[in-house]
């Protein structure tokens, strides 16, 4: 049986759920690591997947199943780096029918004003995550759930965007998945 939840996915942001020196230590680490992703129909942003962060990882695979009360296994995981000018458009994430959950945690430096993630539910923005270092957010995706992460302002000089998205999928879903890919 299918509750709503899954069908519709729920979404909590935690304000603080890392401190400042944790988050700069991570930036540190993966600072010369990123690729540019630059097909401008779908998004221009910087990336590193499957980024070395297993303490970081582990805190957003706990607090998830605290919160949806399920046991999960990383599916995934890719660290974003948003300068000025750089976005991810809604139509370049896909739709999961396997509702998994995705956790953000907010690694910036500072906060960014606009620089918005939000999460759409069958188009619409039901659920917008701020730049808030040190912020988590998890989000039960459903499967009419997609996100973006809004264009960073030009005049924003210096701004710098970094969040860490894990993609987590039920335990027993995680491991089918990852035995079919080899």
Do not use: W
Not at 16 to 35: E, L, P
Not at 37 to 50: C, I, M, Q, T
Not at 57 to 86: K, Y
Not at 87 to 112: F, G, K, Q, W
């Amino acid at each position: 049986m299918t509750t709503l939840d899954q069908l519709f996915g729920a979404a909590l942001m935690v304000p603080d759920a890392i401190d400042t020196a944790r988050a700069a230590a991570a930036r540190t680490r993966h600072a010369s690591h990123y690729t540019r992703y630059a097909l401008v129909d779908r998004g221009s942003y910087e990336y590193v997947v499957d980024p070395d962060e297993p303490e970081l990882i582990a805190l957003m695979l706990r607090a998830a199943e605290r919160t949806t009360g399920r046991t999960l296994a990383v599916a995934s995981s890719r660290l974003l780096r948003l300068s000025p000018g750089d976005y991810i458009l809604a139509h370049h994430d896909r739709m999961r029918d396997d509702n998994p959950v995705e956790v953000t945690l907010d690694l910036s430096p500072a906060a960014v004003a606009d620089a918005e993630l939000h999460y759409r539910r069958s188009g619409q923005v039901f659920f917008r995550v701020p730049c808030a270092p040190g912020a988590l957010a998890i989000v039960e995706r459903g499967v009419t759930v997609t996100s973006n992460h809004c264009y960073v302002s030009k005049l924003r000089e210096g701004a710098s965007v970094v969040r860490l998205v894990a993609l987590l999928r039920d335990s027993a879903t995680a491991l089918h998945t990852t035995r079919s890919a080899h």
